[in-house]
């Protein structure tokens, strides 16, 4: 674990710190479920549009004001702190990139995509479940400096990656009919999603150095 604090000072600096960026994972699962429930048909894509840009505008809203506490927190401690910052740093971008992905699902639905109707239906169901609640987990995992929570969501989140490229190859040779173009990018959409928060939580078990690791496919990680 790479994330050790000193005095009790610093500590509530920080603690204030990953107060926000857990209200910030809060909303990126509000935006994921707005945008997957769009996806599926379950709601009116035009009618949460604006909710979920203005839910994601408070996300870049708490992320500048973690940056900025960031650098009062470096401008008292000098580089005492410097891993620690960086930590914070790197992750607070990946939880934000979550929200921006959640857009990306939802211009799919504003676009027509409808997957309500798709034999692989029950399929994205799963899928929106799962992924909703990983963000939960990777935040609960990481506040609580879960190692081993932490190994067990990232080797699941793995198996994601895997069987989201598997299912663009498959749509790619025109194996499975149905909207093809709007669910391989949803596929994709939603590897990143899982890709940010692996990054999230890599930085429970993992040194500085192997930060925003997950963000390559496996056969392109440096070891």
Same mark, same amino acid.
């Given at each position: 674990?790479?994330?050790?604090?000193?005095?009790?000072?610093?500590?509530?600096?920080?603690?204030?710190?990953?107060?926000?960026?857990?209200?910030? %994972?809060?909303?990126?699962?509000?935006?994921?479920?707005?945008?997957?429930?769009?996806?599926?048909?379950?709601? !009116?894509?035009?009618?949460?549009n =604006?909710?979920?840009?203005?839910?994601?505008?408070?996300?870049?809203? /708490?992320?500048?004001?973690?940056?900025?506490?960031?650098?009062?927190h470096?401008?008292?401690?000098?580089? +005492?702190? +410097?891993? +620690?910052?960086?930590?914070?740093?790197?992750?607070?971008?990946?939880?934000?990139?979550?929200? =921006?992905?959640?857009?990306?699902?939802?211009?799919?639905?504003? !676009?027509?995509?409808?997957f309500?109707?798709?034999?692989?239906?029950?399929?994205?169901?799963? %899928?929106?479940?799962?992924?909703?609640?990983?963000?939960?987990?990777?935040? !609960?995992?990481?506040?609580?400096?879960?190692?081993?929570?932490?190994?067990?969501l990232? +080797?699941?989140?793995?198996?994601?990656?895997?069987?989201?490229d598997?299912?663009?190859?498959?749509?790619?040779?025109?194996? =499975?009919?149905?909207?093809?173009?709007?669910?391989?990018?949803?596929?994709?959409? /939603?590897?990143?999603?899982?890709?940010?928060?692996?990054?999230?939580?890599?930085?429970?078990?993992?040194?500085? !150095?192997?930060?925003?690791?997950?963000?390559?496919?496996?056969?392109?990680?440096?070891?």
């Open positions: 674990m790479i994330l050790r604090f000193g005095r009790s000072r610093e500590r509530e600096r920080l603690d204030r710190i990953e107060e926000k960026m857990q209200v910030m %994972l809060r909303h990126d699962r509000h935006e994921f479920e707005l945008a997957m429930s769009a996806l599926m048909g379950q709601i !009116d894509a035009a009618a949460v =604006d909710e979920l840009r203005s839910t994601d505008q408070k996300v870049n809203i /708490l992320e500048r004001e973690i940056r900025r506490g960031l650098l009062v470096t401008s008292v401690l000098g580089g +005492t702190d +410097t891993p +620690t910052v960086l930590v914070y740093m790197s992750i607070v971008k990946d939880i934000e990139r979550v929200g =921006d992905y959640a857009k990306n699902l939802l211009d799919l639905a504003l !676009d027509g995509a409808n309500a109707d798709v034999p692989t239906s029950p399929m994205w169901h799963g %899928l929106a479940q799962e992924i909703s609640e990983y963000i939960t987990d990777a935040g !609960d995992a990481f506040q609580r400096r879960d190692e081993a929570r932490s190994r067990d990232l +080797t699941r989140g793995s198996e994601l990656l895997e069987i989201f598997e299912r663009v190859s498959a749509l790619v040779r025109g194996e =499975d009919g149905g909207q093809p173009v709007s669910r391989a990018l949803a596929h994709r959409y /939603l590897k990143r999603v899982v890709a940010h928060l692996m990054n999230v939580l890599s930085a429970v078990i993992m040194p500085l !150095d192997k930060l925003d690791y997950f963000d390559e496919d496996p056969e392109d990680r440096i070891g």
